[in-house]
């Protein structure tokens, strides 16, 4: 059952980020490979932030056990390095958003919510924030 103590501080920050980054996406030149990509990421992130620290620190460790595969690592990282580097707009988007989902996992891990809502909740929030921003947009673009 869910708690009845919500972070209501990191939720807030938590939807207007995504907000934000709507608004982001629907002024693409390709919003829908934009949005895609996005809710993938969105759910992987929320993947991420809730499976259990210590599984997720045993499915790291793998990376790093052969030579061929910390070269590949290192491979990937700096191939991710320039572009970063090279769309840092959209990078800082995304590192708000990684912090604000963050402060939200620990905020209810703090209140009492299991994995699983934590999960559920991660998930809807921002593709909901998400969809709010895109349609404040294009609605806004549409009137003006």
């Known amino acids: 059952m869910l708690s009845f103590k919500i972070p209501w501080l990191s939720f ?9 980054l709507g608004w982001l996406l629907e002024a693409f030149d390709d919003p829908i490979a934009a949005w895609v990509v996005a809710i993938a990421c969105i759910v992987f992130l929320s993947t991420l932030l809730a499976s259990p620290w210590s599984q997720l620190k045993n499915d790291l460790g793998l990376l790093f056990k052969s030579d061929t595969r910390a070269f590949f690592v290192a491979v990937v990282g700096a191939f991710l390095t320039v572009l970063i580097i090279s769309w840092f707009h959209i990078f800082a988007h995304g590192l708000v958003a990684v912090s604000s989902a963050t402060l939200f996992r620990l905020d209810a891990q703090r209140a ?12 809807a929030v921002s593709i909901v924030g998400l969809v709010i921003g895109g349609v404040a947009q294009t609605w806004i673009y549409w009137w003006l």
């Open 12 to 20: 807030t920050l938590l939807l207007l980020t995504y907000i934000s």
């Open 112 to 123: 009492g919510w299991s994995e699983m809502q934590i999960f559920w909740i991660l998930t």
